[in-house]
Nanobody, 127 residues
């Protein structure tokens, strides 16, 4: 099993920044990648960003590209999401996730590839 705990969410004004953290524990050696997803009320959970453990490749949703940056610290089993120039449409619960399945050529960008999830952290962006 893999346990994931997110932190760093909060309330921020339009154009502000937040840094989310995800602490992973358990059998992290069995996972291939870490990702961030978000879900707004009444909306489907959507992909935000991902990064494999073994490479520095970064994957982003078009909605957040050039504004968000994903990174990881292998030694700490931690993943981060730096969010800049936040917009009200970024308001959602953000979930950290771990993929135990090898991802496709497109990268670890599909919800179906992820098996372990954190409880989520709320991000609210005011106008």
């Amino acid at each position: 099993q893999v346990q994931l705990v997110e932190s760093g969410g909060g309330l921020v004004q339009l154009g502000g920044s937040l840094r989310l953290s995800c602490a992973a524990s358990g059998q992290t050696f069995s996972t291939y990648a870490m990702g961030w997803f978000r879900q707004a009320p009444g909306k489907e959970r959507e992909f935000v960003a991902a990064i494999p453990w073994s490479t520095s490749n970064q994957y982003y949703s078009a909605f957040v590209k050039d504004r968000f940056t994903i990174s990881r610290d292998i030694a700490k089993n931690a993943v981060y999401l730096e969010m800049n120039n936040l917009k009200p449409e970024d308001t959602a619960v953000y979930y950290c996730a771990a993929a135990s399945r090898m991802y496709s050529r497109a990268g670890p960008v599909y919800l179906r590839d992820y098996d372990f999830w954190g409880q989520g952290t709320q991000v609210t962006v005011s106008s």
